[in-house]
């Protein structure tokens, strides 16, 4: 296995012209095809976007596209760039390759002994997961215990404008203490300048000042103890009347009044949201909006989330994950192995304080995270995007854990908003239909029965 690197694979066939026209478009005469021809002096399209994006007017950025490929990174470079919500994600899974032999990264700790360590131990963890793997446990399980620092492989594609984003974070924002990420975003910076000049020229200069942190200066008292899975902290009031007026105003001309009035029986509220939910293009769903309190998600369970583009999430650094607090699949228990389970994280627990203590940062003591261990995290969707979350996540199909995870928030959504959210659940309940094709589970009858109200 190689180092980590970072590679721009692709990018927009109009290289900066296209933003360069859209930098025009807005304050020059002629049509869109005009100004297109008028666009294409290299020289003059990089002073041109280099102007308006110095003004900070970065839309016409968007129009540039890059493909990227992420070559044996750590996992936990992995998470910090599947926090971009504008980005598009095609990732290994850990659920059906075999990770035994994906090799790790090892961080320049400038002491052996320290070093002979982690090495040592990330080795035993590897071997226990092929242990594991060889005893049955599927792998989706066994992957609980595969160290942070395990080399991940993944697909990226963004706009110029999250690009900007993603290189400001890397260097001088939340990753600026991770040497992994730093080298990876001037990787990344090194090409883009290559390529779009006019997008990223003096970069350092424009972008230095970018913070990210947020210090709020309270620090906990208390271990929340006895944590329910789920939390819903906030929900839009008379959910199914927004969803059934916003339908109504979207298709029809009706006054407020005739609105009312319509909406005035229980029996034209259930129907209309019944046809937005059955609708190939669901609108009205956005106009209300669910944020909860997750506990206890392990960070293998936190990338399936994090994998909703259409939400707002905000998840603590992953340095400050409860240490002590683990996933422990009953099929561990069932191949006799709990013990050796238990174990890895009570190791890797102290291997942890022992390298804190001899001043290792935070920042590298990621890499001794296991999958495992859990992070707490609030997230909104809207009712749209918890209709996708829900045929997805409900599904036998879906990883058991974020399962749970799902059919709880369902189980509270149907408490506040239930004339919305009976309607709701994997695929073959919402539409009668399984998309699974020759992986369906085949029990249509008893999901129907499952969730029905």
């Not at 470079?77 to 598009?88: G, N, P, Y």
Request: charged share 25%; aromatic share 10%.
């Amino acid at each position: 296995m190689g180092n980590p690197l970072v590679k721009i694979i692709g990018f927009t066939t109009t290289d900066e012209k296209v933003c360069a026209a859209g930098g025009r478009i807005s304050t020059q005469e002629g049509t869109a095809l005009q100004i297109w021809e008028k666009s294409q002096d290299k020289e003059k399209n990089e002073n041109l976007i280099f102007k308006v994006t110095q003004s900070g007017h970065n839309s016409t950025v968007e129009h540039a596209y890059f493909n990227l490929v992420f070559d044996d990174v750590s996992v936990v470079t992995e998470q910090f760039m599947i926090e971009f919500r504008l980005c598009s994600f095609t990732i290994k899974s850990r659920r059906y390759v075999d990770f035994g032999n994906v090799g790790y990264i090892i961080p320049d700790f400038n002491n052996d002994d320290i070093k002979n360590k982690y090495i040592s131990h990330m080795d035993n963890l590897f071997a226990f997961y092929n242990k594991m793997v060889e005893a049955g446990v599927p792998k989706e399980d066994a992957r609980f215990v595969l160290p942070y620092c395990f080399k991940s492989n993944f697909f990226c594609s963004l706009n110029g404008r999250e690009l900007i984003h993603v290189i400001e974070a890397m260097l001088y924002g939340r990753g600026k203490n991770n040497p992994e990420i730093v080298s990876l975003g001037n990787m990344l910076l090194e090409q883009a300048k290559e390529l779009a000049p006019g997008v990223f020229k003096n970069f350092e200069e424009r972008h230095s000042k970018y913070n990210d942190n947020l210090d709020l200066k309270f620090k906990s008292v208390k271990k929340y103890e006895n944590k329910p899975l789920t939390e819903l902290l906030s929900f839009t009031e008379n959910a199914e009347k927004v969803v059934a007026h916003s339908a109504l105003l979207q298709y029809n001309e009706f006054t407020k009044e005739e609105i009312d009035d319509i909406l005035s029986d229980n029996e034209n509220i259930k129907n209309i949201v019944c046809e937005v939910i059955k609708n190939d293009r669901p609108r009205a769903l956005e106009s209300i909006n669910y944020t909860f309190r997750l506990n206890n998600v392990s960070l293998a369970c936190l990338t399936h989330f994090s994998r909703h583009r259409i939400q707002s999430i905000n998840i603590p650094p992953i340095s400050i994950s409860d240490r002590g607090s683990y996933v422990l699949p009953d099929t561990v228990v069932d191949a006799g192995l709990k013990n050796e389970y238990i174990n890895c994280f009570k190791e890797t627990l102290d291997l942890y304080n022992e390298m804190k203590d001899k001043g290792i940062s935070e920042d590298i003591l990621t890499y001794v995270l296991l999958a495992g261990n859990t992070v707490d995290f609030t997230l909104t969707m809207n009712a749209r995007e918890l209709l996708l979350f829900m045929k997805l996540r409900s599904c036998t199909r879906a990883q058991w854990e974020i399962q749970n995870y799902a059919n709880e928030m369902l189980d509270s959504l149907r408490k506040v908003s239930p004339l919305v959210f009976n309607f709701y659940g994997p695929s073959c309940y919402v539409t009668g239909v399984c998309p699974e094709g020759r992986l369906s589970c085949g029990k249509a009858k008893e999901m129907k029965e499952k969730y029905s109200v």
